[in-house]
């Protein structure tokens, strides 16, 4: 069992800032990426941002350039650092790991219980 543990959410208004943390734990022998996705009233899930094992970044048009995407290997924890912000972007957030099992077969993904994002104009 993966448990993933996420903080940071908030209330902000438009051009602020926060910073989104997902700490993972559990059975994942590796992972292979750390990724965020969003879901916004009356639309699709999207991706937001992801980070492969291999430090390669992955972001949506709609946020390239104010979102940043990091880890912590040591800590297992993904972070989300999003600057000047829109109300577009209000949301909840989802932390999403995609890891291997001891045996080098594929585990599977976890996911987060999502943390609110809401910015104000």
């Known amino acids: 069992q993966v448990t993933l543990v996420e903080s940071g959410g908030g209330l902000v208004q438009a051009g602020g800032s926060l910073r989104l943390s997902c700490a993972a734990s559990?059975?994942?022998?590796?992972?292979?990426?750390m990724g965020w996705y969003r879901k916004a009233p009356g639309k699709q899930r999207e991706l937001v941002a992801l980070v492969t094992s291999g430090g390669h970044t992955n972001y949506a048009d709609s946020v390239k350039g104010r979102f940043t995407i990091s880890r912590d290997n040591a800590k297992n924890t993904v972070y989300l650092q999003m600057n000047s912000l829109k109300p577009d972007d209000t949301a909840v957030y989802y932390c999403?790991?995609?890891?291997?099992?001891?045996?080098?077969?594929?585990?599977?993904?976890?996911w987060g219980q999502g943390t609110q994002v809401t910015v104000s104009s």
């Open positions: 559990g059975s994942f022998f590796s992972i292979n990426a």
């Open positions: 999403n790991v995609d890891g291997d099992r001891s045996d080098g077969t594929y585990y599977g993904s976890a």
